[in-house]
């Protein structure tokens, strides 16, 4: 994993970083008391303390995109039908959007931080922020959730994974893949 980044990945990176502390704040006020005592506030809490970061990279032609708006269930499909996958969620910087925002893609299992993007055209994600989630605990959460998004809300509107923020992610459920975020940026635990 090569961490040499390009000035337009870097200044996607830091404005990821920044709306995730951002995020975080906004979270950790608007949610007292109600989630105080909890983990986290927020999914950006979560990320800016298990996250790792993913590399930009264009979509094996194997991989057709879903439409918009359904990252979370191609990205699942795609984990389930081909070995090696892994579901990853958490969030994105996109070309021409002003805020990041939750999103799921996919990566290869072999350690690898390449993001194999479900949904938004090649070369618009431009800094990815996610947990890799095993394919056992991703599957028991959408089952019992019954949506296919796993910590996030999946959508407007729908409730994100309160027992994952209030609890944190059991040792199990995540698979180390991906860049470590600089010590600087990243939150103890339930910060």
């Not at 909890?38 to 996250?51: D, I, K, T, V």
């Not at 979370?72 to 579901?87: I, K, M, N, P, Q």
């Not at 479900?118 to 394919?135: C, I």
């Not at 910590?151 to 199990?172: C, K, M, S, Y």
């Amino acid at each position: 994993m090569n961490d040499r980044m390009s000035d337009a990945e870097r200044r996607a990176v830091a404005l990821l970083l920044e709306q995730g502390e951002a995020w975080v704040a906004m979270w950790r006020s608007a949610c007292s008391p109600q989630r105080d005592g909890w983990r986290f506030a927020s999914l950006a809490e979560l990320l800016l303390s298990h996250g790792r970061r993913f590399t930009p990279a264009s979509r094996p032609s194997a991989f057709v995109a879903g439409p918009p708006g359904t990252c979370f269930a191609t990205a699942s499909r795609w984990a389930d039908e081909h070995e090696g996958l892994l579901y990853v969620e958490g969030m994105v910087v996109a070309q021409r959007v002003p805020v990041a925002f939750d999103h799921a893609w996919c990566v290869r299992a072999e350690a690898d931080d390449q993001v194999i993007d479900p949904t938004l055209p090649d070369g618009m994600g431009m800094a990815y922020l996610g947990v890799a989630l095993t394919d056992g605990y991703r599957c028991a959460q959408q089952a019992r959730r019954g949506v296919d998004a796993v910590i996030t809300g999946g959508g407007i509107n729908l409730a994100d994974n309160t027992e994952v923020l209030r609890d944190g992610l059991p040792g199990d459920a995540w698979v180390s893949v991906g860049r470590p975020l600089p010590a600087s940026v990243q939150l103890g635990e339930g910060a």
